[in-house]
């Protein structure tokens, strides 16, 4: 078990550099999981195989980084995934599964939006509360959408993983 706060304190030592929109999307996933990200089979075989060879190097992210605060939603790195030696079959198929079991909240992340406000004016990260703000409220009149990470992030950490729930993974 993990509180919000730990999990976006993390987040920030790690990535200091992230935009209001990357703690969105940290947030996105925390509470709705890989949903928005699984299509269909095939597609997502073709992504993973083509972000494997596109990914290059990048920095030292944990194997497992649980982003809810109940530990049950996790970003699983694909480099230090590959270096383990890992069956990507069945990273596959527990990032599929998740995006069409995982039981999404967006009342969940309504909740997670206002604990990182707090979180933010309290002087967590270099992120002004009232961007995050403006920005979470904008995402909401949307209807919360996917998002990608900020250019700079992408710039910066490189980020590579998928999305999965606990449960499914097991065999790791």
């Known amino acids: 078990m993990y509180s919000l706060e730990q999990i976006l304190t993390n987040h920030f030592a790690r990535t200091p550099a992230m935009q209001a929109q990357d703690v969105y999307k940290l947030l996105f996933q925390a509470a709705l999981g890989s949903e928005h990200a699984v299509d269909d089979e095939k597609s997502v075989r073709v992504w993973l195989a083509r972000e494997l060879i596109e990914m290059g190097t990048g920095p ?16 699983v790195h694909l480099r230090p ?3 383990s030696g890992k069956d990507l079959e069945i990273l596959l198929q527990a990032f599929i599964r998740t995006g069409s ?15 990182a406000a707090h979180q933010l004016q309290a002087g967590t990260g ?10 979470f409220a904008d995402m909401e009149k949307q209807g ?7 250019v700079e992030y992408t710039r910066l950490y490189r980020p590579a993983y998928r999305v999965v729930a ?6 790791i």
């Open 60 to 75: 030292d992210d944990p194997l497992l980084d649980p982003i809810s605060p109940d530990g049950q939603i996790l970003r």
């Open 81 to 83: 995934y590959l270096r």
């Open 101 to 115: 079991e995982w039981r999404a909240s967006t009342e969940t992340l309504k909740a997670y939006g206002g604990q």
């Open 126 to 135: 270099s992120i002004r509360p009232e961007d995050f703000e403006a920005y």
């Open 144 to 150: 919360f959408p996917a998002v990608h990470h900020s």
């Open 166 to 171: 606990s449960q499914f993974l097991e065999a």
